[in-house]
């Protein structure tokens, strides 16, 4: 095994470059507005806010609801809403989340609901507007 010879180095000016960057105290450029929603994007987050969206991993229902209101009302919040559905067996409810600006009106939503009756005749099912509970999410 030789050794390598000696390489030769550049005149040192007696700075050092991480200290003097360090005491610039240059921040870093700011993401565009591009970036920022195309990483919001892919992480399933509100680009304003950096909060997880419902469909993200992190979105978390735990303390559902956070606040309550009726269809026909005004929004207090914004943010993602679901709507809560009463304990009935003649609902066919399914899981509706919506996103709602403060100020905006609570909708109503379309309800099916079934009706058993005696054989022979085939269930009884309606669908018609109804006044429902929205509740805030997280």
Not at 84 to 104: S, T
Not at 120 to 137: N, Q, Y
Request: aromatic share 10%; net charge neutral.
């Amino acid at each position: 095994i030789l050794p390598l010879p000696p390489a030769k180095l550049p005149a040192w000016d007696g700075k050092l470059q991480w200290l003097e960057a360090r005491l610039a105290n240059v921040p870093p450029p700011k993401p565009t507005e591009a970036l920022i929603n195309q990483l919001a994007k892919a992480m399933v987050l509100d680009p304003a806010t950096g909060k997880p969206m419902p469909g993200s991993p992190a979105f978390s229902q735990a303390n559902f609801p956070v606040r309550i209101c009726y269809s026909g009302e005004t929004c207090p919040e914004t943010g993602y809403w679901k709507i809560i559905w009463p304990n009935d067996l003649a609902i066919r409810w399914k899981e509706v989340i919506r996103h709602f600006e403060q100020g905006e009106t609570m909708p109503v939503h379309q309800v099916e609901r079934t009706y058993p009756r005696p054989w022979p005749l085939s269930e009884k099912i309606t669908l018609r507007d109804e006044a429902v509970e929205w509740g805030l999410l997280g």
